[in-house]
T-cell receptor, first 110, second 111 residues
Framework: GQGVEQPAKLMSVEGTFARVNCTYS??????LSWYQQREGQAPVFLSY????GLKDSGHFSTFLSRSNGYSYLLLTELQIKDSASYLC???????????FGSGTKLTVEP | EAAVTQSPRNKVAVTGGKVTLSCNQT?????MYWYRQDTGHGLRLIHY???????EKGDIPDGYKASRPSQENFSLILELATPSQTSVYFC??????????FGKGTRLTVV
């Protein structure tokens, strides 16, 4: 099977940063995506990475290490509205299918 | 804009009854998916499809059937609904690219 693991909860403070971790163990690798999901809503695409290193997209940055099966989503200059669940999803050997982690619920406090 | 529409948005079903969840996409994507989301489990893949006429089993297909009669439509069928199938169901579409688009979800309660 495909294993994608994330911590269940994360708390941080407005104006600072938060790092959401994801580890994966899959048969093959064809990219990793991050989604944001607000309570009662559908997941929304944030970022996609397939090569090692840091991808800076402004408010969101994404890091990938394929050799370690590890990624993180970095949110900077946090706002209260960044409070949401963040889902990590991996495409394994089957390029057509996304396997999701359980998500990390981020709470940003004033 | 990419659009995935699910119906119904809410459904209460009786144990042993038949339930059909419908999904329509206007993205012209080849791939469509059905996931369920439960607290502590995240999104789990039930069935998916590569195109009209095809259905494939995901990680948790037991108790579910799927039907893809056209490029646009993908249905999830519970022939004999059970309380353990109470969940939020998401349909999604995508291609061999980077982004998958989700519908707004269907909240199913089996009593």
């Amino acid at each position: 099977g495909q294993g994608v693991e994330q911590p269940a909860k994360l708390m941080s403070v407005e104006g600072t940063f938060a790092r959401v971790n994801c580890t994966y163990s899959t048969s093959g690798f064809n990219g990793l995506s991050w989604y944001q999901q607000r309570e009662g809503q559908a997941p929304v695409f944030l970022s996609y990475v397939v090569l090692d290193g840091l991808k800076d997209s402004g408010h969101f940055s994404t890091f990938l290490s394929r050799s370690n099966g590890y990624s993180y989503l970095l949110l900077t200059e946090l706002q209260i509205k960044d409070s949401a669940s963040y889902l990590c999803a991996v495409r394994g050997s089957n390029y057509n299918v996304l396997y999701f982690g359980s998500g990390t619920k981020l709470t940003v406090e004033p | 804009e990419a659009a995935v529409t699910q119906s119904p948005r809410n459904k209460v079903a009786v144990t042993g009854g038949k339930v059909t969840l419908s999904c329509n996409q206007t993205n012209n994507h080849n791939n469509m998916y059905w996931y369920r989301q439960d607290t502590g489990h995240g999104l789990r893949l039930i069935h998916y499809s590569y195109g009209a006429g095809s259905t494939e089993k995901g990680d948790i297909p037991d108790g579910y059937k799927a039907s893809r009669p056209s490029q646009e439509n993908f249905s999830l069928i519970l022939e004999l609904a059970t309380p353990s199938q109470t969940s939020v169901y998401f349909c999604a579409s995508g291609d061999q690219g980077t982004e998958v688009f989700f519908g707004k979800g269907t909240r199913l309660t089996v009593v």
